[in-house]
């Protein structure tokens, strides 16, 4: 040790450089860790000093001094906060914008910021739990049907090719067929009775009134022959 010294005195420049690195160097780390972790988890740091942060759903209004705590606020409308923060302005909250295929499924709050999913017939681009945007399902062709519908994250529907689709005929689903379905086009259906059902109908109703009209024509005639014999006998 007396020779280290010795030499060190012989050369101050190097005393210096030994110093800096065995003394200052550890000391001033030391100082900057102790800054770092002055303020606790619940804590941040302003001017030096350790304010105590705000809860979710609120923002600094005032920072705190030496005899004062931190003043905080509510989140003005359409922000929010989702942790015990120093923030003096909240996070503005999500807009799910119909241009961008997104339509709202949970609403902001002051401590959670919208939720957004993709409009009927959209799919989103993102794997994030908020759909951020969104485009639209690629359809089928002509003379194809959806045979498996696309879900939140899947590009596009499932489609199938056949002649006819079952829907294409109306007897399933208790209508009349006016107009058989073909690969690109729908079956019409109806609710009303066939066409070939309406003259029988007709013929029918036209006996009916004949037959109606003969009886009534007879007991007309009855009640007219019983009041000529009344009236004669009188």
Same mark, same amino acid.
């Given at each position: 040790?007396?020779?280290?010294?010795?030499?060190? /005195?012989?050369?101050?420049?190097?005393? %210096?450089?030994?110093?800096?690195?065995? /003394?200052?160097?550890?000391?001033?780390?030391?100082?900057? %860790?102790?800054?770092?972790?002055?303020?606790?988890?619940?804590?941040?740091?302003?001017?030096?000093?350790?304010?105590?942060?705000?809860?979710?759903?609120?923002? /600094?209004?005032?920072?705190?001094?030496?005899? !004062? =705590?931190?003043?905080?606020?509510?989140?003005?409308?359409?922000?929010?906060? !989702?942790?015990?923060?120093?923030?003096?302005?909240? #996070?503005?909250?999500?807009?799910?914008?119909?241009?961008?295929?997104?339509?709202?499924?949970?609403?902001?709050?002051?401590?959670?910021?919208?939720?957004?999913?993709?409009? =009927?017939?959209?799919?989103?681009?993102?794997?994030?739990?908020?759909?951020?945007?969104?485009?639209?399902?690629?359809?089928? +062709?002509?003379?194809?049907?959806?045979?498996? !519908?696309?879900? =939140?994250?899947?590009?596009?529907?499932?489609?199938? =090719?056949?002649?006819?689709?079952? +829907?294409?005929?109306?007897?399933? #689903?208790?209508?009349?067929?006016?107009?058989?379905?073909?690969?690109?086009?729908?079956?019409?259906?109806? *609710?009303? /009775?066939?066409?070939?059902?309406?003259?029988?109908?007709?013929?029918?109703?036209?006996?009916?009134?004949?037959?109606?009209?003969?009886?009534?024509?007879?007991? *007309?005639?009855?009640?007219?022959?019983?009041?000529?014999?009344?009236?004669?006998?009188?």
């Amino acid at each position: 040790p007396s020779s280290l010294i010795s030499h060190l /005195v012989q050369f101050p420049d190097m005393c %210096m450089c030994y110093t800096f690195i065995h /003394v200052t160097l550890p000391l001033l780390i030391m100082n900057i %860790m102790f800054c770092m972790a002055a303020c606790n988890n619940a804590e941040y740091e302003v001017n030096g000093e350790c304010c105590p942060m705000c809860d979710p759903g609120k923002q /600094v209004k005032k920072h705190c001094d030496e005899n !004062t =705590s931190t003043t905080c606020a509510l989140c003005p409308a359409m922000t929010y906060t !989702t942790s015990p923060n120093g923030l003096t302005e909240c #996070l503005p909250c999500f807009v799910c914008d119909t241009s961008n295929g997104l339509r709202v499924k949970q609403e902001c709050t002051l401590i959670s910021n919208t939720v957004c999913e993709p409009l =009927s017939g959209y799919y989103c681009i993102d794997l994030l739990s908020s759909c951020k945007k969104a485009v639209k399902y690629s359809t089928c +062709s002509p003379g194809q049907y959806i045979n498996q !519908t696309g879900q =939140s994250f899947q590009k596009r529907y499932m489609c199938s =090719s056949t002649r006819v689709r079952l +829907s294409n005929s109306c007897e399933p #689903l208790g209508k009349i067929t006016i107009r058989e379905g073909t690969d690109t086009t729908d079956a019409e259906c109806s *609710n009303g /009775v066939p066409s070939y059902l309406l003259p029988l109908i007709l013929s029918v109703c036209v006996l009916v009134v004949f037959i109606t009209l003969i009886i009534v024509k007879k007991i *007309n005639c009855k009640y007219a022959g019983v009041n000529r014999v009344t009236n004669q006998m009188i």
